[in-house]
């Protein structure tokens, strides 16, 4: 079974860097193919794709946030990492963090962080 | 960059309708095309992958269809459990993007 949980500060101030974590369990970031992705949804808005990080570490980014992002993964630790800096109210969001597997995208989400940014 | 435009952005149907959800890529996409339903304070479950490959689970009203830029999701008969906000998304080339969305709601 695939969970995921993500982890990280509820509240940021304005210009200040978020740093989340994505622990995983039930695959490996050692397979083939698997990579953790990061996608975020401000409150009653739609769904906003971030980064991707693959099993060979290549890693893909959200061409409009590409400045401000950074994912990193620890696959001893089945842990994934997001970094988003220059933090502002409009980055208020839930960010999950999502498996993709053989499908080829997102088949399993956490449950989501709720993230508010304000001073 | 891809844009992927949902229409319509909403909608209200009787229960047992037909109803039928359409996603337009500005660029050709293949079939790398997945539709997700979000229900209300849930997270967002994957129907379908492929434009139209159903994942394990997801009940036989739902179903997929189109490639290149024009897709379309559609529940054959729909009930209350549906409700729900459904995106597509694009996955190829490893990048993806989100259409904004389309509430099904029950008249």
């Known amino acids: 079974q695939i969970t995921l949980k993500e982890s990280g500060p509820t509240l940021v101030k304005p210009t200040q860097t978020l740093t989340l974590t994505c622990t995983f369990s039930g695959f490996s970031l050692f397979t083939t193919g698997v990579g953790v992705g990061w996608i975020r949804q401000p409150p009653g808005k739609a769904l906003e794709w971030l980064a991707l990080v693959y099993w060979n570490d290549d890693k893909r980014y959200s061409p409009s946030l590409r400045s401000r992002l950074t994912i990193t993964k620890d696959t001893s630790k089945n842990q994934v990492v997001l970094t988003m800096t220059n933090m502002d109210p409009v980055d208020t969001a839930t960010y999950y963090c999502?498996?993709?597997?053989?499908?080829?995208?997102?088949?399993?989400w956490g449950q989501g962080t709720l993230v508010t940014v304000s001073s | 960059d891809i844009q992927m435009t949902q229409s319509p952005s909403s909608l209200s149907a009787s229960v047992g309708d037909r109803v039928t959800i359409t996603c337009r890529a500005s660029?050709?996409?293949?079939?790398?095309l997945a539709w997700y339903q979000q229900k209300p304070g849930k997270v967002p479950k994957l129907l379908i992958s492929?434009?139209?490959t159903m994942q394990s689970g997801v009940p036989s009203r739902f179903s997929g269809s189109g490639s290149g830029t024009d897709f379309t999701l559609t529940i054959s008969s729909l009930q209350p459990e549906d409700v729900a906000t459904y995106y597509c998304q694009k996955y190829n080339n490893a990048v993806w993007t989100f259409g904004q969305g389309t509430k099904v709601e029950i008249k």
């Open positions: 660029q050709g996409i293949s079939n790398y």
């Open positions: 999502a498996h993709r597997g053989i499908v080829g995208t997102t088949d399993s």
């Open positions: 492929g434009a139209s």
